[in-house]
Nanobody
Framework: QVQVVESGGGLVQPGGSLRLSCAAS????????MGWHRQAPGKQRELVAA???????NYADSVKGRFTISRDNAKNTVHLQMNSLKPEDTAVYYC??????????WGQGTQVTVSS
């Protein structure tokens, strides 16, 4: 059974930093894409950043230059380093894992709140 577990959310002041981590387990198949989405109250879930197994990254325009996604293929983990955080970054952040065989899985979400 596939498990996707996130960690690292919390409360931070504007301009601060947080690092989110996500670990996937329970499948022997390769992971194609790992990524982070977020959903703010009253808004649709949106892509924040994604990374392929080869290291190709994709970022939402709103986070380019501030967020960095990275992954460890050997450990099936993905991280999101978030710098220069803004109040509009406040949301529940969800980890997404896409396997080459077996489908796509979401984590349970971790709250990020940017407030003074």
């Amino acid at each position: 059974q596939v498990q996707v577990v996130e960690s690292g959310g919390g409360l931070v002041q504007p301009g601060g930093s947080l690092r989110l981590s996500c670990a996937a387990s329970g499948s022997n198949f390769n992971i194609i894409t790992m990524g982070w989405h977020r959903q703010a109250p009253g808004k649709q879930r949106e892509l924040v950043a994604a990374i392929t197994g080869g290291g190709t990254t994709n970022y939402a325009d709103s986070v380019k230059g501030r967020f960095t996604i990275s992954r460890d293929n050997a450990k099936n983990t993905v991280h999101l380093q978030m710098n220069s955080l803004k109040p509009e970054d406040t949301a529940v952040y969800y980890c997404l894992i896409q396997y080459i065989i077996g489908g796509t899985y979401w984590g349970q979400g971790t709250q990020v709140t940017v407030s003074s």
